[in-house]
């Protein structure tokens, strides 16, 4: 059984280029939905220049401090169910363009 033989290999170029273009496009999109629930009952009263009860509610009786003068008065009722809801959706587009060349000589 004879042995394996190598022979040279010489290159039959003395110069050469190779260029490449890659283009890439990414597209995500992202969409984010939230819903909130409250399941207790929630009641806040706020103001200025308001006379507040004791035991403030609905349905309760506010007066003015100072009638005839400036005031600011806020109520709000929040019950069981959907607080809020928070609906988002976007999208990125990525490009990228890549140029390469590689030079060999000899």
Do not use: W
């Amino acid at each position: 059984m004879g042995g394996a033989k190598a022979a040279s290999v010489v290159p039959n170029f003395t110069t050469g280029t190779v260029s490449s273009e890659t283009t890439t496009r990414t597209e995500v999109t992202e969409i984010i939905s939230v819903t909130e629930y409250s399941t207790g009952t929630s009641y806040t009263v706020t103001g200025t220049n308001i006379n507040i009860p004791g035991n403030p509610g609905p349905g309760a009786n506010y007066t003015q401090i100072n009638p005839g003068q400036a005031f600011q008065f806020s109520e709000t009722l929040l019950s069981p169910g959907i607080a809020s809801e928070t609906y988002i959706e976007r999208t990125t587009v990525t490009d990228s363009f890549t140029t390469s060349i590689s030079v060999f000589t000899q």
